[in-house]
């Protein structure tokens, strides 16, 4: 069994962000703590059968949320050293997402010297009114401290999150945005074009926002990859961009089609061929609850269709390896209408989408796959 990726879903956050439909509550001290207590029995546990039955370790740990930073340096220390008690390869990348409210040059140590190398910050938007619509509970001048605090400290693997499409964002607010991401030297963002999920307040109040239109969303994603690319952070996934050599590992496993193991509620897992997740139910996890299991993952055109999220794209010689048979031909002759039109491209062996083609990737892919 080749390494996996590990991940752990860190159910707590301050407030609910307006757009968020991700498994999180607010919680209270206790909860947390018995919450890390909990998860890292189950880190143990997880980690021992599949240590002793498939000599199987991880090359890569997310924790992720929800917001991991509200549980503290220290239990989030405890939950990396469960994990690292022989589970972690020497060079295993080690992100932990955290809010830029609060955090103090304490907090980065801790973590550093539990042995996380990586930090990322959800920016969204440099641009105050934005992030208040957003409800983002810091400002502007708090995410620029808890950068260079975390540079002081010495994290150069540092990620940003930028957000598209927000109530009133206009070409003039993304381009300040951008200038802030590239002024504080990150050598990564990842920027998503934000989607109305129901159950959201966005959602429901849509009406009362002034969300920019589809062609002035476009331009804008448009306008953002040109800018990180004359800046030297080169698109490599839909929603990602880095410098060389800054790519997170972790999240290449998922468009590579690699296993993982996710614990937490809402945490997703694949591995051996299956597909499982744990409900999106807090007391179910802390009761010690099993997993739901979700089928079969894995076959071809999953595969072709996660990999073809990346700019590298869908690859002749990886898709021989893994199946034992080339790119049917069938998928060649359905891209070709999406070639003639710009939106992918032949690459030197294999397709990919192009910058147009990703912004109706969805589209695309269900036509050809
Ligand atoms: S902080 Fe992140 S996970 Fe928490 S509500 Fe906001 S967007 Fe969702």
Known sequence: MKNIGLYLHIPFCKSKCPYCDFYSFSGKS????????VLKERILSSTFTLQSSYSCKADTLYIGGGTPSVLGEKNLASLVNACNSGFLTDD???????????LDEDFFKILSECGVNRISLGLQSAVDSERRILGRLSDRIQVENAVKTAQKVGFSNITLDVMLGVPNQTEKSLKETLDFCISLDVPHISAYILKLEENTHFYKMKHKYNFPDDDLTADLYLQMCEELENHGIMQYEISNFAKTGAQSRHNLKYWHCEE????????HSFLRGKRFYFDRDFQSFMNGDSPIQDGLGGDFSEYAMLNLRLAEGLNEDKVINRFGHSIPDEIYEKSKIFIDNGYMQKTDNGLSLTRKGFLISNTILSEIL
């Not at 295993?92 to 609060?102: K, L, R, S, W, Y």
């Not at 993982?260 to 945490?267: D, K, V």
Request: glycine content about 12%.
């Open 30 to 37: 206790t909860q947390k703590d018995d919450y890390t207590r």
């Open 92 to 102: 295993a990348e080690i992100t932990v997402e955290c809010n830029p409210h609060g």
């Open 260 to 267: 993982y193991l996710g614990l937490g509620p809402s945490a």
